[in-house]
């Protein structure tokens, strides 16, 4: 890594990137409507981020609704995150961080460069811009989102 994880109290580094459709996504308008949920992950197509996406999926009220926005980021390029849309059906934003390679990870703290990928590094953020809670793993173990409801529960009180 390249620098210090973004925690709890600390503002969250902005971003804009273009979602698996090529739409430009700011996360500061995304989080002017509600809080917003980002969850980094490594690869594409790979089995323990395969699992985590399809969680989101299936859960999907759980994570987006009017409470909480959700987008899923990786440094996979656009056209990857497309095909993999497709073929598992997530119909989220999964945004690319690919170029310039892993900014957006650099700046919370979550790219590997020995992997040249982003670490599974989860945040709440606030309307106030502020990280509100936060998670990590290990590239080898996958989340328990469990954590995200008292969060955001948490977050509404």
Do not use: N
């Not at 917003?36 to 089995?47: D, N």
């Not at 759980?62 to 987008?71: A, I, L, S, T, Y």
């Not at 119909?91 to 892993?102: C, N, R, Y």
């Not at 590094?121 to 173990?141: A, N, P, V, Y």
Request: aromatic share 14%; net charge negative.
């Amino acid at each position: 890594m390249t620098s210090g994880v973004v925690s709890p109290g600390d503002w969250a580094p902005e971003f804009v990137l273009s979602d698996q459709y090529g739409r430009v996504m700011h996360s500061s308008v995304l989080i002017a409507q509600r809080p917003l949920l980002v969850v980094f992950f490594p690869f594409a197509f790979s089995g323990i981020c395969t699992g985590e996406l399809r969680e989101l999926r299936d859960e999907r009220e759980r994570f987006d609704h009017p409470g909480v926005h959700f987008v899923a980021i990786s440094c996979d390029p656009m056209y990857a995150l497309r095909a993999w849309d497709d073929a598992e059906g997530f119909f989220f934003p999964l945004l690319s961080d690919f170029w310039p390679h892993g900014e957006v990870a650099r700046r919370y703290g979550v790219f590997d460069d020995q992997d040249g990928a982003a670490r599974r590094g989860t945040f709440l953020i606030g309307q106030d811009g502020k990280i509100f809670w936060s998670l990590m793993e290990d590239r080898g173990t996958a989340r328990d989102f469990s954590g995200v409801d008292a969060a955001v529960a948490a977050l509404a009180s």
